[in-house]
């Protein structure tokens, strides 16, 4: 007997794919159908996810102060909702799954207006905005994060704590355990600034290593993300301390680099925060400043808090602050080890799972009440 079909929608970066991503396998491995329905950045790398069917929808997110912009992206949202409603009548999905951002609204509120139930996952600890949108027509909210703040009060469907599903390659990569660093070791050190780079890595990280005394840099091996614009300068800047290092736009096996490596300077987007649970490695994590909602900030501090991260605001991400905690964690390496086990004890690794159980769950109530 075929199983449901489940209409996943995620969209505009890595952060909201690869939670999904993570979700449709397990729904498949459960004898679910699974179909995306993404936005025109998203569908350009969503070539290898495992959905029977990738559909694009229409979609924009509404930003600046300008009124004329943001009645441009609600008529590009009306006409994705419109596309929606389309494509769910040809489907007929028995669930709808969100995983946040303003690509996940037509599909989402489309399911609400046909009656088919809706489930928004949260990644973050606070609530984003397209996620408040669709807060009150979600049959199901399930969250990243045991406490989630943003959440508007009285919605009127279910709130579950599922965890932050995450792929099979950071399973795979969490079986290595951690490396503990040896008193005259080599510091693997891994630096990434979310799917699309950060600039103030490049600024900041190979200063800091500079800034490093000699006998301690020549103990410290880099792997680091920096963005195409940045990429020459960062590799010259390590050339010149002959050090043994790689700098790519962007590494496919980043799961594996984050089991390899001792210490992660990092943003802290939830994808990032849960790897670095489920994989249990220490990490300095600098939230993206500057977003309405701080919802970086608050994923990064339920890793300061239980001493698996330190955690500073860009303003002070300096190249002497970064040298200084580096140099610490050169000197007293079981630090490393005690950050890492703490990390660890903050993962979920069966969120995809717990995610899943939950869809399939509601899709059968549902299907319940229609055939009662």
Request: charged share 20%.
């Amino acid at each position: 007997m075929t199983g449901p079909l489940i209409l996943l929608t995620a969209g505009g970066t890595g952060g909201h794919l690869f939670p999904a991503e993570a979700l449709a396998n397990a729904l498949k491995a459960s004898g679910a159908r699974v179909v995306l329905a993404t936005d025109k950045r998203a569908n350009a790398y969503a070539g290898s996810f495992p959905a029977d069917e990738i559909v694009e929808v229409p979609s924009a997110t509404p930003s600046g102060r300008s009124p004329l912009q943001m009645a441009k992206a609600a008529l590009v949202l009306g006409r994705g909702t419109l596309a929606s409603m389309r494509t769910i009548r040809r489907l007929k999905p028995a669930v709808v799954v969100g995983f946040g951002g303003y690509p996940t609204v037509p599909p989402v509120l489309a399911a609400s207006f046909l009656g088919v139930p809706t489930v928004i996952h949260e990644a973050n600890a606070v609530m984003g905005r397209a996620n408040r949108l669709l807060a009150r027509r979600a049959t199901l909210i399930a969250t990243g994060f045991e406490a989630i703040k943003g959440v508007p009060a009285g919605v009127p469907g279910r709130t579950v704590h599922t965890g932050n599903p995450v792929r099979p390659a950071v399973l795979d990569a969490a079986k290595a355990g951690y490396p503990p660093l040896p008193a005259d070791g080599m510091l693997r050190l891994l630096v990434v600034g979310g799917s699309q780079g950060a600039r103030v890595m490049s600024d900041v990280v190979p200063p800091a290593i500079e800034r490093l005394p000699p006998e301690l840099r020549a103990r410290v091996s880099v792997c680091q993300q920096a963005r195409g614009e940045d990429l020459e300068r960062v590799r010259a800047h390590y050339g010149r301390l002959g050090l043994p290092f790689e700098a790519e736009p962007f590494f496919k096996d980043l799961p594996q680099r984050m089991a390899a490596a001792h210490l992660v300077v990092a943003r802290s987007g939830a994808s990032t925060v849960a790897e670095l649970a489920v994989i249990g490695r220490p990490s300095i994590l600098v939230p993206l400043p500057g977003a309405l909602d701080q919802d970086q900030a608050a994923n990064a501090r339920t890793l300061g808090d239980r001493g698996a991260a330190i955690v500073l605001p860009q303003t002070d991400f300096t190249p002497e602050r970064l040298a200084q905690e580096i140099t610490t964690f050169l000197r007293e390496p079981d630090r490393l080890t005690r950050a890492a086990a703490a990390a660890n004890s903050a993962s979920i690794t069966n969120a995809a799972e717990r995610l899943a159980q939950a869809v399939l769950q509601l899709a059968s109530s549902a299907k319940k009440d229609k055939n009662p």
